[in-house]
């Protein structure tokens, strides 16, 4: 969400806060084949949102959220990350696999216009 990065741009002020309310997700029924199309669909949308970002100004956010490197980074600086290797790398695929199905629907998203 751009949530707070819009309030901080458009108030001046930060907005760093968190709620102590768990979230449930119910992902039971969920298969890699539906997680990966669900990739592809958002990547197909994926240049409007690109679009709106430079509108409102939020370059260095989407680099943050959406940046390979940086999705990386996330996992990589945290130590508890190395702990379990084999989970690691399963990781590591998967988010591969992610950025893999976004960039197909990014691709036909552009030429289906």
Excluded: M
């Amino acid at each position: 969400s751009l949530l707070p990065q819009k309030i901080t741009t458009k108030l001046g002020k930060k907005c760093n806060f968190y709620i102590e309310e768990y979230i449930f997700h119910d992902e039971s029924d969920i298969t890699l084949g539906k997680w990966f199309y669900k990739k592809y669909y958002y990547g197909k949308s994926l240049h409007k949102y690109n679009q709106k970002v430079k509108e409102i100004g939020l370059e260095s956010v989407k680099d943050e959220q959406l940046g390979i490197l940086g999705r990386y980074t996330i996992f990589l600086k945290n130590k508890n990350f190395y702990k379990k290797p084999i989970l690691a790398i399963s990781v590591l695929a998967l988010k591969t696999c992610e950025f893999g199905a976004g960039a197909f629907g990014l691709l036909f998203g552009k030429f289906k216009k």
